[in-house]
């Protein structure tokens, strides 16, 4: 115990002395230099660091876009309607729709009636060789067909110089999945097929 006792005030008597207490204060600098130095060296790396930001991407290098090079060619269109006895009734709406001489299922249509059937309210439609249940009423037709998704009131998104360009075109007619266009593309336009807006820089996805 005594020993400890004697060792404690040695250490004090050296810590006193102006060399201890000096280098004491040098090393205390140099630590705190330290400490100093090393957060500036980690807010720096996290300055550096690259967080992918969507919107800030668009912003620099373009939205990421689907696109499909369109081509005139002959297409088909089907017009859903259901056969019951090589018969079957449209809405008025549905009328331009469906023509003699078209195929549907394994056979065709024979007449569609220019007036409306006074029981229905609905123009009567007669086929040949046509089974039971829903089939599909076939338009086929020359010219540029691209998902109906792709055409918002008349307009397409074509990419041009890495930018969206709003372009209006005429759709001649539609069915659930396809729009059929007769003018305003032409061959090796590319319709974006994905959410854009005029203008807008783009990034076509590989």
């Known amino acids: 115990m005594e020993g400890l006792k004697e060792k404690m005030e040695n250490l004090k008597v050296w810590a006193k002395r102006p060399r201890t207490k000096k280098?004491?204060?040098?090393a205390l600098v140099v630590l705190v230099a330290c400490w100093v130095a090393f957060r500036f060296a980690v807010v720096g790396a996290q300055n550096r660091?690259?967080?992918y930001n969507p919107a800030r991407a668009a912003l620099t290098d373009g939205t990421v876009v689907e696109v499909m090079t369109v081509s005139r060619h002959q297409g088909v269109l089907?017009?859903?309607i259901t056969i019951?006895?090589?018969r079957a009734y449209i809405s008025g709406a549905r009328v331009a729709l469906i023509r003699p001489g078209q195929k549907i299922g394994d056979g065709v249509v024979v007449s569609v009636a220019d007036g409306i059937n006074l029981d229905t309210g609905m123009h009567a439609v007669r086929t040949r060789g046509v089974a039971d249940g829903l089939q599909y009423a076939e338009f086929r037709a020359d010219g540029y067909?691209?998902?109906v998704y792709a055409v918002k009131n008349g307009v397409v998104?074509?990419?041009?110089?890495?930018?969206?360009?709003a372009r209006p075109v005429s759709v001649a007619r539609t069915d659930a999945d396809t729009a059929y266009i007769t003018s305003g593309l032409a061959d090796?336009?590319?319709?974006?097929?994905?959410?854009?807006a005029d203008g807008d820089k783009i990034q076509i996805k590989k």
Not at 157 to 165: L, S
Not at 190 to 196: F, H, K, T
């Open 23 to 26: 280098r004491m204060y040098a």
């Open 49 to 51: 660091l690259v967080v």
């Open 78 to 80: 089907r017009e859903p």
């Open 84 to 86: 019951r006895n090589n």
């Open 145 to 147: 067909f691209v998902p």
């Open 157 to 165: 998104f074509v990419a041009q110089d890495n930018v969206a360009v």
């Open 188 to 196: 090796g336009d590319m319709v974006i097929l994905s959410q854009i």
